[in-house]
């Protein structure tokens, strides 16, 4: 497969009454556009976020990594972790993101996905139930997509839940919320993977379910 060429930028969402600091890549021709929804606190530095939209992004898929969280809150967060949970708050920067992204000249046009890591799945789902005109596909990677339980079954957007094998917790929180989507859904397991999909291969895994699924979902004619 031919990487395709790839213009990176660094941006700054506006999301309400805040600007959020973010990358977005775009691959020539992009089959799509994927906003990536950080959770735990992590930021649009998340090295494991960035290895999945850099697979995304050679798979032809456009990217948006950006901050959820403002430094100031950032700063507060890494102390007290106030600021993760907070599914409300940042379900709201995810949604706002969303429309920010309606009125970017060139963003408009292409389907959107959203990626959720922890608790940033719950904040994902959120914002699909929110905008299903625009999100035509989701994915969480070791999420809590219970945290977004009265949400679900207004999410039409094709979902896929990824957890590790090991990490029986999730497990059951994603098996419990899936029951619950209103739209197309899939668990899938990843063999001898912990939460954060540290083992070898396991990240590799995640990465290229998502970018199966996203091609498969978001181009125009898949709509």
């Keep these: 497969m031919t990487t395709p060429e790839v213009t990176v930028s660094e941006v700054l969402v506006q999301a309400g009454t805040v600007s959020l600091p973010g990358t977005l890549t775009l691959p020539e021709a992009a089959a ?5 929804v950080h959770g735990s606190g992590s930021s649009r530095f998340s090295s494991r976020n960035r290895y999945v939209a850099q697979v995304l992004n050679q798979g032809g898929l456009a990217t948006l990594l950006f901050d959820l969280l403002t430094p100031e809150e950032h700063e507060v967060d890494v102390v007290t972790r106030e600021f993760r949970f907070d599914i409300g708050l940042l379900s709201e920067r995810t949604v706002a993101t969303l429309d920010w992204l309606e009125q970017q000249p060139g963003l408009a046009g292409p389907g959107t996905g959203l990626f959720g890591a922890s608790t940033g799945a719950a904040a994902a789902l959120n914002a699909a139930a929110a905008r299903p005109q625009r999100v035509r ?30 990490d ?18 899939k668990l899938e397991i ?34």
Aim: net charge negative; charged share 15%.
């Design 190 to 223: 990843v063999p001898g993977a912990t939460h954060l999909f540290e083992e070898p291969g396991a990240l590799e895994r995640v990465a290229a379910l998502a970018r199966d699924w996203f091609l498969h979902y978001l181009p125009a004619e898949a709509a």
């Design 168 to 185: 029986t917790p999730v497990i059951e929180m994603n098996r419990e919320a899936s029951r619950a989507l209103g739209g197309p859904w």
């Design 137 to 166: 596909a989701v994915v969480s990677r070791g999420g809590r997509p219970d945290l977004a339980m009265p949400a679900l079954p207004q999410v039409r957007a094709p979902t896929l839940l990824i957890v590790g094998g090991w």
């Design 32 to 36: 799509g556009l994927v906003v990536f």
